[in-house]
């Protein structure tokens, strides 16, 4: 909210005063999403909030106050500074994000709601602060590299991924094609008479007139929001679309054929954007009224990361398959070896996630345990897992030029020099075992080259580490 917050500020400046509640309509669903940690849909049968897909929910509650201002703001330097600050948070933050963006601006210069030199001020304004950090710190240039690598490392699977999200959107997805179908059906006279104007004037003003109606913003808006999904797993998808169904209400009895027509329209809008609505509060009423028989997770060394509470039966459940990791060892690395996970939802299921806490717990631990008998201190940490707490939770460094969010499938590219030099430097790098997975066999295998030197040892029951040969041979764990 430290920048989605600013950016609604902004809009809410930029509104012009009639109707009088059209500030309070835009503020309220920002507000609903903003606070309630929740994604549009669930991944469990038990009720929680969902820190996973954070940054995807973010990116979504970006958009929004850029859709908003650029349907409602008529202030010229209101709408360029949010437009610039908005492309540039989501340029950083998520680049598909970024091109969503990107997607709802191009059309809103079409539509005539954002002026070729309004956008060309946004665009140096970006241009010229990405220059200043590029000098500064040498990071953009690298950032686009990486970007690039990923888009070819994933350039086929993005018909798939459209397919997966509107799957996933299903229900939003076609309320509204409904909606834009109802609404070129109903306004079909003004459409035709807009579009004669067009071929007659054959003029960017006669363009613009005919694109900026409901109809042609809902539908800009949905195929950004549906290619922006294409890269998430969990989100609030297409929550930025109310400017645009606002809109529609505000306008409908102007133009409508008729009650009927009026009825149907708004059922559509309904159906559109209350199940997402409906489905949040739901999720927000089940988590905090269940949450009032959780349990806290008991820890010694997780900081914030460690404020979890879950039900009694979800923390049992952890410490039991736990000790069946630990113990049976050999069946998970053959389930590992042939590509599968113990279960298929393994990464959305609580005891997996209370586990992990718990052995991140344990392992930091066991990690003192050696420093003291050994007389040494790790200072660089590596983890062979898709993300790395130890350099926060033990006040240590990470390397750099490593993947943050390491999927080996989608995100970790065949490591270059920088890498291979950054890796075989580490003290110490660690690799959960609890159990073995498939991603995390692929990143070691990966790294391979890097950590050819290290010695690799038990820690604990949950992790190996691999420990730089400048420390000497190291004795395993007793545990």
């Not at 940690?37 to 958009?63: H, M, V, W």
């Not at 003004?190 to 539908?219: H, K, N, Y």
């Not at 344990?362 to 790395?388: C, K, P, Q």
Request: aromatic residues 10%.
């Amino acid at each position: 909210m430290t920048v989605t917050v600013p950016l609604m500020a902004l809009v809410i400046a930029g509104v012009p005063r009639t109707p009088r509640m059209l500030g309070l309509l835009l503020v309220v669903p920002f507000l609903l999403f903003s606070l309630l940690p929740f994604n549009g849909k669930e991944f469990s049968s038990f009720p929680g909030s969902d820190a996973f897909g954070f940054y995807n929910r973010q990116t979504c509650l970006i958009l929004y106050p850029l859709v908003c201002g650029l349907l409602f703001t008529r202030h010229r330097g209101v709408l360029i500074t949010l437009v610039t600050i908005s492309m540039f948070v989501l340029f950083f933050w998520k680049i598909a994000g970024f091109l969503a963006a990107g997607l709802i601006c191009a059309f809103a210069l079409l539509a005539g709601r954002l002026r070729m030199r309004d956008a060309a001020f946004a665009a140096v304004f970006f241009a010229a602060t990405l220059a200043l950090i590029e000098v500064w710190t040498g990071i953009v240039s690298s950032y686009i590299a990486d970007v690039y690598t990923l888009v070819q490392m994933n350039s086929g699977t993005l018909f798939p991924r459209i397919a997966q999200a509107l799957s996933i959107n299903f229900g939003i997805v076609t309320a509204l094609s409904a909606l834009i179908l109802a609404l070129l059906v109903v306004g079909r006279s003004e459409l035709q008479q807009a579009f004669a104007v067009v071929l007659e004037e054959r003029s960017t003003a006669s363009v613009a007139s005919f694109l900026d109606r409901p109809a042609f913003w809902l539908a800009a808006i949905t195929i950004a929001g549906v290619f922006f999904e294409t890269q998430n797993t969990a989100s609030q998808a297409l929550i930025f679309i109310w400017p645009a169904l606002l809109w529609v209400l505000l306008t409908l009895p102007s133009w409508a054929a008729g009650p009927r027509s009026v009825m149907l329209v708004a059922g559509l809008v309904g159906a559109a954007y209350l199940p997402p609505v409906v489905s949040i509060l739901e999720r927000t009423a089940r988590a905090y009224v269940g949450g009032l028989r959780y349990a806290s997770l008991e820890h010694e060394n997780l900081k914030t990361l460690g404020a979890v509470t879950a039900r009694a039966s979800v923390l049992r459940r952890s410490e039991v398959m736990t000790g069946i990791y630990e113990h049976h060892r050999s069946t998970y690395d053959e389930i590992a070896a042939s590509g599968e996970l113990p279960g298929s939802t393994l990464y959305s299921e609580f005891d997996f996630q209370i586990a992990y806490l718990q052995t991140v717990d344990r392992a930091i631990n066991s990690l003192r345990t050696l420093e003291a008998r050994s007389g040494v201190h790790f200072d660089t940490i590596m983890s062979l897992n898709f993300t790395n707490p130890f350099p926060w939770l033990m006040e240590r460094k990470a390397p750099l030029h490593i993947t943050v969010g390491a999927d080996p499938f989608r995100a970790v590219a065949a490591p270059d020099a920088d890498v291979e030099r950054a890796v075989s430097s580490v003290d110490i790098a660690l690799m959960p075992t609890c159990p073995p997975t498939d991603a995390n066999a692929r990143l070691l295998a990966l790294f391979a080259g890097g950590l050819s030197n290290h010695q690799r040892i038990k820690l604990d029951d949950c992790y190996d580490a691999f420990i730089h040969p400048k420390f000497g041979p190291m004795p395993p764990s007793n545990s």
